[in-house]
């Protein structure tokens, strides 16, 4: 099967690396009160006491230093540019509510589609709320709708050996790993023909209360590829910025399908 077929959940998880962790012991501990676990689903559930967020990053990919901007507006946009030699953008994902939009740079095409028509949607339950959950380092239930109806499908476990406390999503199978607290440590997703593990790591408060990982990646696995990833976040600020929610698209670029953008990357 070729690339265009993992294509999205690459560009998905494209700054992680995995790190599933154990989620053998998701039997309630003696003597844990159901506040413990609440208290605990809540925090990861809570929206960031932030509203915006913009970040560097840098990775390598098959010998090509790779690097780029994450731009965050919570509950409107999810942006990642990349750029090679730290030069010249070749390529942008905009996540948004209704849509996700791709832009070569490269070929001076861009693509425009709804999260119904991306590869594994069903199987993973892909929307924009998701993406976003994954990007502020956040729990999730997709398509819950909200943290109550979330919080429901949420089952925590007891701590393993080295005090980190398993959380299962039982309505698509996602294993949560946490530090108990307020930080998400993993993400794993597994199905009949692929796994995508998400690590969370190096986290750095970066406003009263608030922390957030400055090492991330991801480990994207079908039977006949693996993809894995290693990124390092820098710059990172939560100041509130004047960037637009959606790129303005040239005139001179012309609009194509999924597929002919991806035939023309040769993947």
């Known amino acids: 099967m070729r690339l265009r077929?993992?294509?999205?959940?690459?560009?998905?998880?494209?700054?992680?690396?995995?790190?599933?962790?154990?989620?053998?012991?998701?039997?309630?501990?003696?003597?844990?009160?159901?506040?413990?676990?609440?208290?605990?689903?809540?925090?990861l559930l809570a929206a960031p006491p932030v509203t915006e967020l913009t970040a560097s990053y840098s990775s390598n990919v098959n010998g090509t230093r790779i690097s780029g901007q994450i731009r965050m507006r919570r509950d409107h946009s999810v942006q990642i540019n990349a750029n090679v030699l730290g030069l010249m953008e070749v390529g942008r994902i905009e996540f948004l509510p209704d849509r996700v939009i791709l832009i070569d740079r490269v070929h001076n095409v861009y693509s425009a589609?709804?999260?119904?028509?991306?590869?594994?949607?069903?199987?993973?339950?892909?929307?924009?709320?998701?993406?976003?959950?994954?990007?502020?380092?956040?729990?999730?239930?997709?398509?819950?709708?909200?943290?109550?109806?979330?919080?429901?499908?949420?089952?925590?476990?007891?701590?393993?050996?080295?005090?980190?406390?398993?959380?299962?999503?039982?309505?698509?199978?996602?294993?949560?790993?946490?530090?108990?607290?307020?930080?998400?440590?993993?993400?794993?997703?597994?199905?009949?023909s692929y796994?995508?593990?998400?690590?969370?790591?190096?986290?750095?408060?970066?406003?009263?209360?608030?922390?957030f990982p400055n090492t991330l990646g991801v480990n994207l696995t079908f039977p006949d590829i693996t993809l894995p990833l290693n990124i390092r976040m820098s710059q990172i600020s939560v100041e509130k910025k004047s960037w637009p929610d959606m790129t303005q698209i040239s005139s001179r670029m012309k609009k194509v399908s999924f597929d002919e953008l991806i035939d023309g990357l040769g993947l």
């Open 5 to 43: 077929n993992y294509i999205f959940p690459l560009f998905l998880l494209m700054l992680f690396l995995s790190g599933c962790g154990s989620m053998s012991s998701l039997k309630k501990k003696k003597g844990e009160s159901a506040t413990d676990a609440a208290n605990l689903v809540s925090n």
């Open 113 to 192: 589609c709804y999260y119904s028509d991306i590869p594994y949607r069903n199987e993973i339950g892909l929307d924009f709320y998701m993406v976003q959950a994954l990007f502020w380092n956040r729990m999730f239930s997709p398509g819950s709708g909200d943290a109550v109806r979330a919080s429901s499908r949420l089952v925590k476990g007891s701590p393993n050996a080295d005090g980190n406390v398993p959380v299962l999503e039982t309505e698509y199978g996602y294993q949560f790993m946490t530090n108990g607290v307020n930080r998400l440590l993993s993400s794993v997703k597994s199905g009949k």
């Open 195 to 211: 796994k995508v593990g998400i690590d969370y790591s190096d986290f750095s408060e970066i406003k009263a209360g608030f922390e």
